[in-house]
């Protein structure tokens, strides 16, 4: 039988079909008469439109607030992302080299306090030794922004409770932006985030925002933000964080102190 | 903004969210959660998967809102369809992750049934094709609107409709089958 010349049978087929109860053998035959014949095929899709419609149906019901945060989160860091992206093809066309005289001068222009933290970094860093090339030629790179941009005005190592490094933060008041740059081997799971936290004195901590998954990070923040804010911390939280008034969730994974250059 | 016709305003803010604007994404967010949420909820019947859900979709629409065009579909339709997509791979995960927890869900979804509301359909921003389809349901028994959109909605079979709405499975059939019926008579008159 042509199914194609009993147009009433076919609707009713093609509805079944789009509909989804159509199944098991009546569903493959009617897929393998859909690839052959453009009539059967027209049908499926008239009905896949039609039924597509009850979507539109359903009764309205307002979302918790929280979500929109967390998809603004997770949209911020994909900007992020995508300009970090756009700005590495430059950078990594600068030598390499430089990251021990960088410390140098880091060490220089850190309060005395901060010796230690930065001993944890070398540390860190050798523990880490297995860098990839490219992350390597990115931070070298990084460094010698630091270096040639006088800007940035202040820095955090943020490291574990085993003092092994893994998360370098700078931030640049004049540009707005907290760059944070991943240095040990973590890797929080696919439905995990690490959310930034500024600790204030005598105040709740204040989110700063929710990271992404690159090794290089930019997050916009004012310098009030950071100012006169002595630690800075990161915590585990589900993917795209919490609001900032909800506070950490999850453990505090990496904390450092946030030290002004004084050059 | 609000003399625009809803499709063109909602055309618009998915032109510029293609373009990587995220202010148009908020705007899209604040227009169309509320109902994309009600859909959410309606296929994983829980709130926390069904906010899930919501934020996958909107980083979908996010990603994706360049190929929004392409897809000729008026644009809830089209935010619908990525809605359900994502749901139903929610309930497929659920449904291998916790039987057990589906078992409890459905006694609450088969009480639900029982009661005979009016159309429960919200048509504010549905499209044109979307509004031929909600008056013919209209014209259904509450019942068998109800398995006919529950099977499209959570691509059930009639065996899991059956089993889940704890009706026996010929009257599934026949539900659903009465219910096409007269479906397919009143959308041909909108063809």
Known sequence: MNITQHPDLLDRLAASYALGTLRGGARRRFEALAREHATVRAAALVWQTRWSGLTELQSAIDPAPAVWTRIDNLVQADRAATAMQAARVPQAATAPGGWWRNLLVWRGAAAAGAMATLAAVVVGMQVNGGLRANTGAQIAALQQQLQTTPQIQYVAVLADDKADASMLVTFDPKNSQLVLQRVGGFQEGADKSLQLWALPPGQGPRSLGVLGQDKLLKLVAQEGDVKEVPTLAISLEPKGGVPSATGPTGPVLFKGELIQRML | ?191
């Open chain 2, 1 to 191: 903004m609000s003399t625009l016709h809803p499709d063109s305003e909602l055309m618009d803010l998915l032109d510029r969210i293609a373009a990587q604007d995220d202010s148009a994404l908020k705007r899209l967010y604040e227009r169309t959660s509320s109902q994309l949420f009600g859909l959410a909820l309606r296929i994983v019947r829980n709130r926390d998967a069904a906010e899930d859900v919501l934020q996958e979709a909107f980083l979908t629409i996010w990603r994706g809102a360049g190929s929004y065009r392409a897809s000729l579909s008026p644009p809830m339709a089209w935010m619908g369809l990525i809605v359900r997509s994502r749901a139903l791979d929610a309930l497929r995960k659920r449904t291998t992750d916790r039987a057990d927890l589906m078992n409890e869900l459905d006694d609450a979804m088969a009480q639900t049934l029982e009661g005979d509301s009016p159309n429960p359909m919200d048509t504010a921003d549905a499209s044109e094709q979307a509004f031929a389809l909600h008056q013919c349901l209209g014209k259904l028994d509450h019942k068998q609107r109800e398995v006919v959109s529950l099977a499209y909605l959570r691509d059930q079979s009639h065996g899991e409709l059956a089993e889940q709405l704890k009706l026996p499975l010929g009257t599934v059939k026949t539900w659903i089958r009465r219910g096409l019926e007269q479906l397919r008579a009143c959308m041909a008159r909108y063809a």
